[in-house]
């Protein structure tokens, strides 16, 4: 099974940008579609993004439509999230995860530890 170990993660002023990264170990990540979601304190999980196996598949959720973008380096393991124009409202523990692509958290077999993000000024 694949294990997964998010970085990226930090403190960022408004309208900043900040990368986070999705390494796999244990398994191929090409073998899996991936997503990223996120829980901000007192919420429920949501989906961020997902990417299909070879990438050629993206979806992300209305919020972050044209500031968030996905990718996947398959050659290496990772896949990205690249975040721009960052809101306070963008601030929770961000989470990829690694399965079948789809929407529900029950697409998803294996997950990260989480990455915090805090946007604060």
């Known amino acids: 099974q694949v294990q997964l170990l998010e970085s990226g993660g930090g403190l960022v002023q408004p309208g900043g940008s900040l990368r986070l990264s999705c390494a796999a170990t244990g398994s191929t990540l090409a073998n899996y579609a991936i997503a990223w979601f996120r829980q901000a304190p007192g919420k429920e999980r949501q989906l961020v993004a997902n990417?299909?196996?070879?990438?050629?598949?993206?979806g992300y959720h209305d919020s972050v439509k044209g500031r968030f973008t996905i990718s996947r380096d398959n050659a290496n393991d990772t896949v990205y999230l690249q975040m721009d124009s960052l809101k306070p409202e963008d601030t929770a523990i961000y989470y990829c995860?690694?399965?079948?692509?789809?929407?529900?958290?029950?697409?998803?077999?294996?997950w990260g530890q989480g990455t915090q993000v805090h946007v604060s000024s």
């Open positions: 995860a690694a399965g079948r692509y789809g929407n529900q958290l029950s697409d998803y077999d294996s």
């Open positions: 990417i299909s196996k070879r990438g050629g598949v993206k």
